[in-house]
């Protein structure tokens, strides 16, 4: 709902061009989103302290579930531009979004992550973008890294860590934009962020 009234009104300023939004939820009665979103959006199962059990590590499987049935599905059916996928998500989403960068760097042309969850598993996502810049110098795709000022400080200080090292990496051809929303936390830090992702998302389209 976020996204879908930001992208109203950043299309009728011209902005950003006319797009097809996909939200992904979950059925059933009562689903428990935070437990699913956290089964599917990490790479790795692991055992937090503040957790019972080990959780998450279904990552590899949500992203092939995007590649192999929601874009067929999408682009099969309406009028979509394929060279102009954008992935995004925040915190979970956010760290989703940078693996499946890593993952598939060819299947989005454009990934917006917010404040993404770089801590989780031990900072698993730091080994894996030192194991991407072995074997990937050139990355086309745009890219956005943000995280809020006031989040919780170990979060936003590992997030400020990851995009240090991954801006160092300095891929060929990256589009890369970093920026800290300033006085807001975790939840709150989204309608800036949301608002400025996408309009860098399509900034060669943008009619001024």
């Known amino acids: 709902p976020l996204l879908h009234t930001m992208a109203g009104g950043l299309r009728y300023d011209k902005a950003i061009p006319d797009l097809f939004i996909v939200g992904i939820t979950y059925g059933g ?36 579930f995007l590649e192999h049935e929601v874009l067929p599905a999408i682009e099969g059916k309406y009028r979509i531009d394929s060279s102009q996928r954008v992935l995004t998500g925040s915190s979970a989403g956010g760290l989703f979004s940078v693996y499946a960068l890593l993952e598939r760097p060819e299947l989005f042309q454009s990934v917006l992550a917010l404040s993404p969850a770089t801590g989780w598993d031990n900072k698993w996502l730091f080994a894996r973008e030192k194991e991407f810049r072995k074997s990937h110098l050139a990355l086309k795709n745009r890219v ?65």
């Open 29 to 64: 009665e009562n689903p428990d989103f935070n437990k699913h979103r956290i089964e599917d959006y990490t790479p790795t199962r692991s055992k937090e302290p503040s957790a019972p059990e080990p959780r998450g590590g279904d990552g590899p499987k949500f992203l092939s």
């Open 144 to 208: 956005w890294l943000s995280v809020g000022t006031d989040e919780w400080p170990e979060f936003t200080q590992s997030a400020r860590d990851f995009f240090k090292q991954f801006k160092a990496s300095n891929h060929e051809g990256i589009t890369l934009r970093i920026y800290e929303v300033p006085g807001e936390r975790h939840a709150g830090n989204k309608p800036e962020a949301f608002n400025r992702a996408l309009r860098f998302a399509f900034e060669p389209w943008a009619v001024t």
